[in-house]
């Protein structure tokens, strides 16, 4: 999504520095993007990019290379002190990381597109939106906003 969606309708046509999608160990699943001068457009995109994965306009090659860039961070080395954190911090043992990470490799096509439509189209949709920035148009004509200012 990042790289192969996210990167082109937000970087490079919508001129914001950097964007992207993240799952976090928490379960919540967020949009991002920064130096973004395009903010209503950016949040579009966020719809577009979940219909985008539901009609898996995408390569197998591009499935391969998602799990090499989340296998890049999932296989990062840990340091000495380290270890033994995530058990203690989340309760996940050994067995369970290489569960996950077996699950994580067997990914397909067919998985993107049903996790897709379950939880990013048909499932609870957009929960919080928060932009941090200047003044723009959109948050000031528009009243559903709430606007906290620093002095």
């Known amino acids: 999504m ?3 969606f996210l990167h082109r309708e937000i970087r490079e046509k919508g001129g914001a520095y950097g964007s992207g999608a993240l799952m976090g160990t928490s379960g919540n699943f967020t949009f991002y993007s920064y130096r973004d001068p395009n903010s209503e457009k950016t949040l579009d995109a966020f719809k577009k990019c979940c219909e985008w994965a539901v009609d898996a306009s995408y390569l197998d090659q591009d499935i391969d ?3 090499l860039s989340v296998f890049s961070s999932v296989d990062s080395p840990t340091a000495p002190s380290s270890k033994g954190m ?3 911090k989340n309760h996940v043992s050994d067995d369970v990381y290489q569960n996950h990470r077996q699950q994580l ?3 397909t096509r067919d998985d993107m597109v ?3 439509k379950s939880y990013l189209v048909n499932g609870d949709k957009m929960n919080g939106t928060a932009l941090l920035g200047p003044d ?6 528009e009243h559903s906003w709430i606007i906290h200012k620093e002095e």
Do not use: D
């Not at 723009?136 to 004509?141: I, L, P, Q, R």
């Open 2 to 4: 990042s790289t192969k």
């Open 65 to 67: 290379e998602a799990k």
């Open 86 to 88: 995530r058990h203690f």
């Open 105 to 107: 490799l067997g990914v």
């Open 114 to 116: 049903r996790v897709a």
């Open 136 to 141: 723009n148009e959109m948050t000031k004509n």
